[in-house]
Structures are given as C-alpha cells and as structure tokens.
C-alpha cells in the first residue's frame, strides 16, 4: 500500500474504493464510508460558512462518538487544526490550553459545556461553541455576545473536498511538562499519515479487520493507532464510549473483532474478568475457541501507553491464548518502536522501531550514542516526529538535536539484536492507567491551598492504574486548627480545578519533606519511605 500524503486523503481514498463498507460501529449505529464522508462534508461546509480560517484552531472537548470523527474530518477538510482536549480537564487545564492554542471555535457536548462556562470570562480568544445534542443536531453560540443558532449539520450543502496539504499542521496535542504548564505538540498531516503507514504496515492490518476500540479519541492511542489505522486500510472500528471489561470480554466472545488496542490497566482488568467468571462458572473463553480462531478470531492484541509488566504478558497468553504485542509511543512521536507481529514478542521489552523509523540510546549527559546494552536516553528520528510544541522554540530546541533527533525523555537500553527495553524515565512523569500526570502541576494547585506550606506529588506502584498519584504534605503551623479535615479539603480542590484521574488517591501530612543540599525534595527516598508503608 502506498503512503498517502494525509489521514483525510486515506478516508477518501478507501471510501471511494468501498463506500458501502461498513466504516463505523458505535452502539446501535452503523456507518458506511460514503455516509461518514458525507458527514464530514456537511461539516466542512458547516465551518466554512462560520468562516473558519486555513490553519485557525477548533478544540474537540467530546466523549467518543460519531460526531466526534465526523468533526475530526471535517475540520481537517476546512483548513483548520484540531485541538485535543481530555473530557476530563477542569478548569486550570481548559484555561491554559484553550487559550494557548488560540483556540477559535470549541465543540463539545452539553456535559462538557457546563465545565466551559465555570471559565466563560477567561478564555478571550474563543470566537464560538458549538454544543451537539445529538450526532447531527446542535447550537451555535457566539461566546462573545451569548446569542445561540441552530447548528443542523445535514443542512449544509457540501462543497467539493479540499485535501489538506502534507505540511500543514493537522493536530495541537497537549504533554504535559516538566515545568507545569503543558506543551502543544506540533503534528503536521504527513506526520500522522507516515506514522499509520507504518503501523499499519507492521501489524498486518488489512480492509478484513474489525478493531475494537474503546480508548479515548482525545489522545494519540486512540486516534491516530485506532481511527487512523482504520481508515488507511478500509477497515472497520466498533467504537465503544469508554472501556468496560464485562462488555469487552462479552464482545471478544461474540467473535467479530479481529484486534483490541489497549493500556496496560484494561489487561489486567480483562485477566480478572476472565478470573471472575471462571470461578463464577459463567462461559469463559473454552481453550478449543483459543486455538480453532473461529469463533474467536481475535489476532492482535495490542498494549502501550504504559509498562506491562511480565506477569500481565505472561497470564494473558495463559487465559486468552495470545501472546501480547508491546509498543512503545509518544504523543509527540506517535508510536516508535513495536514488538514483531510475525516473530519473537518479547515480554519486558518495546521491540525495534516501526519500519522507515529510527530509535537510538545515548549518554544522558553527553548525548552521545552508546554500545548496546548500555542504559541511556531513548531518541526517535523519523517522519513521524512533530514538528516541535506550539508557540515554545525554547522547549522544541530542548528535544531536538542539531541533526533531527528527538529525545523522548525515557530511559532504556537495546539489546545486542535489537529489542529496545524502557527502563525508567529521565523526567518526573506518573502514568495512572495510560493517563500522563505530571507532579508540578498537582502541586502548583496544592500549594494554592493556606493549609499547606509545602508539597511534593509522586506516584506509587499501583495493581489496578500501574501507578497512583500521592501527595505528601507538610501543613502549614495553623492548618491542625484552621482546616482540621485538610486532607479531604485538598482531594477535593485537585477535582474541581484539575482532571479527575490526577488527585491524589492517598494524602500523607509530614512535618517536613527530605531535601538534598540544594533544597530539592528528593522524592526517591520519599517513595522508598511511602512503599513501606
Ligand atoms: C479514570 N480515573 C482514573 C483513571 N481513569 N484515575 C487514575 N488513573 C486513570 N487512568 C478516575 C476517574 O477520574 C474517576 O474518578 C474514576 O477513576 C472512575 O472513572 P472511570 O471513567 O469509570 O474510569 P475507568 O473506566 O476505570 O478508566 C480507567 C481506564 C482509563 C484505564 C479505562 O483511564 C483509560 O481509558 N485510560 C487510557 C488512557 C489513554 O488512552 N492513554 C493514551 C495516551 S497516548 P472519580 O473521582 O470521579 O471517581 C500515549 C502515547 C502512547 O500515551 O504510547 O500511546
Ligand atoms: P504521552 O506523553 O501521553 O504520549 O506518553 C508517552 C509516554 O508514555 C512515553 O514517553 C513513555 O514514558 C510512556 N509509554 C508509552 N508506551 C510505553 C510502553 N509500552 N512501555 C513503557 N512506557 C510507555
């Protein structure tokens, strides 16, 4: 298969090969290639008519749904760049991400508007929102003067379709940093289109396959491994509004799907399902189905996003007779390495990089390559790379060296023939079920509280999430008698200001916080402490 210059270009060049394929399965709904293209056009000329501009940016604050990739499309076929948003972001990452990407025109869902609104007056560059009550049906409302119009997207009359062209930028996708303040990562068409090339290639992924997909569409995994994935190959997706195990589990038996992407914490909840039925004596998953891929023809399991450890690999293939395949990815590289489809899957390790790509280790002082085996930084090179974070050349000029290399901020080493093992990271990140939480940001809101005089965030290991957030405190003199059910007062101020999945799922007050002679809380010993606890 030939790479196509844009996502937008492979949707069309697949519908026009099978419109009437079936593209999209959500719920009860079913949609052809031909009508989702058809959708997208209509919000194409919808956009249009609004007057969005070649380049200007439209956030997607939206659950999964077929909205959702009928707007992706046709926001990408109007010109403009598609804002991702987490539907669960609250106001201090709504704030700071709806006004640094300039964002003009916001969609979302009546839920998710309600959450806009608690930030109405600080978001002065938003022109609209568009709130969609059902998948064709809306509001239009100027959000400088609140008055509101009907938005019905069969109503406009499509124009022919504008490609993209492949070095336009496709996609602002927010990283968090280490300073706090996440970053927009810079994803141009021909990024997303050689990624999904690649991917698409190394997995064996043809027209015949059916993904189940119940990632989140507002990051990468979801989108641009799942979606895009799908639409270059002419495939289909049954799209599920979140993960749940019982309903995955139920539809793996059902034997319609021929793959399952995921985080690490879906497989460990599948693996108790599977344990909660045996032992429930309901109908498991027989070891004849296992073998027989008839009536369960599931060929690609896939995990990334996070670290899946040995035992999950290994009682996975026990129960479900498939040995996972790992990959490794970014936000700002989308996937890098992956375990071979046809060969050795690895247990432990991130396997080589996708075709076309390049991964090496180098000293994490010196930047220089290192012999195999050596622990360093994992760098990426390659088409898939963005283009660097949105308004911000001092961080771009961090990552990047002279000569294109991207440094990802992991740790790991290669093996002499050529599985790449992630080892740790250099920064401070916590991943909570494939969710990034960057301690600085918890602890900037934390220390906004007068109960507390000082913070530090880390994580713990975790059987369900991989990891949990905590929080060690020390309280300021006055805060026993001023705020005696501090703890809950702190969980609830991170709910209301930050995405729900970044509280803290434990608090521990100290009387202070171990510090090296510089003065910076070394949070090691901290974690050695708490995990003996
Ligand atoms: C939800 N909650 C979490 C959480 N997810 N808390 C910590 N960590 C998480 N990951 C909280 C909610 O805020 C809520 O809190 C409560 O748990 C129940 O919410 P839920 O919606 O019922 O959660 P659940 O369905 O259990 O979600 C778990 C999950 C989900 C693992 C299915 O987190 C998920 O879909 N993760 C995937 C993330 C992902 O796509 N990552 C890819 C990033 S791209 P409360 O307080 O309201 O009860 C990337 C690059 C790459 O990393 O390589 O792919
Ligand atoms: P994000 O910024 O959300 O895109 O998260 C990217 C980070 O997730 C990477 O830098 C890694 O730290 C981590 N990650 C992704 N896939 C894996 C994996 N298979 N194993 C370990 N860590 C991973």
Redesign the pocket.
């Known amino acids: 298969m030939q790479q196509p210059l844009s996502i937008v270009q492979a949707f069309h060049t697949s519908c026009e090969r099978t419109p009437e394929k079936i593209c999209l399965i959500f719920a009860t709904q079913k949609m052809s290639y031909a009508e989702l293209a058809q959708a997208a056009t209509c919000w194409a000329a919808g956009l249009r008519t609004w007057g969005l501009q070649r380049g200007a940016r439209v956030a997607l604050f939206l659950e999964n749904s077929p909205t959702f990739l009928a707007a992706y499309l046709g926001i990408h076929m109007a010109g403009g760049v598609v804002v991702l948003v987490n539907t669960?972001y609250r106001q201090v990452e709504l704030r700071h991400i709806l006004n640094d990407a300039g964002v003009c025109l916001c969609i979302t869902d009546p839920l998710r508007y309600a959450e806009l609104q608690n930030v109405a007056e600080v978001l002065p560059k938003l022109l609209a929102v568009i709130t969609m009550t059902d998948w064709n049906t809306g509001t239009l409302e100027s959000w400088t003067d609140r008055r509101a119009i009907p938005w019905e997207v069969t109503s406009f009359t499509p124009a022919p379709i504008q490609f993209p062209q492949a070095d336009d930028l496709a996609i602002i996708a927010y990283t968090s940093g280490t300073t706090g303040r996440s970053k927009g990562a810079m994803l141009l068409h021909r990024n997303l289109a050689a990624n999904s090339h690649a991917v698409t290639t190394a997995w064996r992924w043809t027209a015949a396959d059916r993904l189940l997909l119940t990632?989140?569409l507002f990051?990468?995994?979801?989108l641009c491994v799942g979606i895009h994935g799908t639409w270059l190959t002419g495939s289909t997706v049954d799209l599920r509004r979140?993960?749940d195990a019982v309903d995955v589990y139920d539809t793996l038996l059902q034997g319609n799907v021929t793959m399952f992407f995921g985080?690490p914490?879906?497989y460990t909840r599948l693996i108790a399902e599977a344990r909660r039925r045996t032992s429930a004596d309901q109908f498991v998953i027989s070891s004849e189905q296992l073998t027989s891929g008839v009536l369960y023809p599931v060929r690609l399991f896939v995990s990334?996003?996070a670290p899946l450890d040995i035992q999950t690999f290994e009682e996975f293939e026990q129960l479900f007779g498939q040995r996972i395949l790992e990959r490794?990815?970014?936000?700002e590289t989308l996937m890098n390495t992956t375990n071979p489809y046809e060969g050795e899957r690895r247990p432990g390790t991130v396997g080589m990089p996708f075709p076309g790509q390049e991964a090496r280790i180098v000293d994490v002082q010196t930047r220089q390559p290192v012999a195999d085996g050596t622990l360093g930084e994992i760098q990426i090179r390659g088409p898939n790379v963005c283009q660097g974070y949105w308004q911000r050349p001092d961080a771009t000029a961090e990552v990047f060296s002279a000569d294109g290399w991207f440094s990802t901020g992991d740790l790991g080493w290669r093996s002499a023939d050529g599985y790449y093992t992630i080892a740790g990271r250099a920064r401070e990140l916590i991943i909570?079920?494939?969710?990034?939480v960057y301690p600085r940001e918890i602890e900037e809101v934390l220390l906004t509280h007068p109960g507390v005089a000082e913070a530090a965030v880390l994580g713990l290991p975790d059987p369900d999430?991989g990891e949990r957030v905590v929080a060690v405190i020390v309280p300021t003199p006055t805060a026993s008698t001023a705020h005696p059910r501090l703890v809950d007062e702190l969980v609830a101020l991170c709910?209301v200001q930050l995405?729900?999945?970044k509280?803290p799922r434990q608090v521990f007050l100290v009387d202070s916080l171990p510090r090296n002679a510089l003065g910076k809380v070394q949070k090691h010993l901290l974690k050695e402490q708490l995990c003996e606890v």
């Open positions: 669960q990632l989140p990051h990468v995994h979801g979140r993960f985080v914490t879906m990334g996003s490794y990815g970014m936000t909570s079920g494939g969710y990034n999430l709910r995405a729900a999945y509280k």
